[in-house]
């Protein structure tokens, strides 16, 4: 089995930035995409960022221009650089990997908790 292990989250005033990052336990072989989601109190988990293996990005539209995604497919990793922070940012953030011809993925992890709050 493969876990995903988030990091970096934390308290940030409205205008912040935080760096998260996500790790693999085993090294994931054929990995086809990286990506964030989020979810927020009532809400359902949402797509924030994704990067193929082509190096093709995709946003979603309230994180365009303040949130990049980062990753190395080598090593299994991947980070959200979020800058700009607002408070509706305000969630726990899951990552998430696939990997083969038939697009396997990793359990959700426990995800990391980021409030941007004065």
């Known amino acids: 089995q493969v876990q995903l292990v988030e990091s970096g989250g934390g308290l940030v005033q409205p205008g912040g930035s935080l760096r998260l990052s996500c790790a693999a336990s085993?090294?994931?072989?054929?990995?086809?995409?990286m990506a964030w989601y989020r979810q927020a109190p009532g809400k359902e988990r949402e797509l924030v960022a994704i990067?193929?293996?082509?190096?093709?990005?995709n946003y979603a539209d309230s994180v365009k221009g303040r949130f990049t995604i980062s990753g190395d497919y080598a090593k299994s990793t991947v980070d959200l650089q979020m800058n700009s922070l607002k408070p509706e940012d305000t969630a726990v953030y899951y990552c998430?990997?696939?990997?083969?011809?038939?697009?396997?993925?990793?359990?959700w992890g426990q995800g990391t908790q980021v409030t941007v709050s004065s």
């Open positions: 998430r990997m696939r990997w083969g011809q038939l697009g396997l993925g990793a359990d």
């Open positions: 990067m193929t293996g082509g190096g093709s990005t």
């Open positions: 085993k090294t994931i072989s054929r990995l086809v995409s």
